[in-house]
């Protein structure tokens, strides 16, 4: 503790030494803040009483948005160019999620329509006898 507060005084006794301004480093910006009287620096925000001194800084300019170009390969034809830039549907998760099962169904409406046929065929070879 009394290390702490030994450099702080030779630090107090640098910056007067060489002349700079005692106060302190508030909320506003990095500005000096003397005991006296607060500096208050406002961009956004006018002031209405002229008793307040304060200044006013610049307003921030943000870089302007310059749209990425994307250049197209010539090898590609006009609607495989559509097909690559499309977005997917968005079902596309769930047909995902339903493929397998729709492949499952497939495989067995395909063996019902195999057995059905094999009974036509059979009904139709036992009739004419």
């Not at 507060?5 to 000096?32: C, F, H, M, V």
């Not at 870089?63 to 590609?76: G, R, T």
């Not at 830039?85 to 195999?114: C, F, G, H, S, Y």
């Amino acid at each position: 503790m009394e290390e702490s507060s030994a450099r702080a005084a030779r630090l107090r006794a640098l910056r007067e030494a060489a002349g700079l301004d005692t106060g302190e480093q508030g909320l506003n910006g990095g500005a000096t803040v003397t005991a006296d009287q607060p500096v208050l620096k406002f961009r956004n925000y006018t002031v209405r009483d002229d008793k307040i001194t304060h200044e006013k800084t610049a307003v921030a300019n943000p870089p302007k948005y310059v749209q990425p170009v994307v250049e197209a390969d010539v090898d590609v034809e006009g609607e495989e160019l559509l097909l690559s830039v499309a977005p997917k549907k968005p079902n596309w998760d769930l047909r995902r999620d339903v493929e397998p099962k729709l492949a499952k169904l497939e495989r067995r409406t395909q063996r019902a329509m195999i057995q059905l046929m094999q009974n036509q065929q059979h009904h139709a070879s036992e009739e004419p006898t």
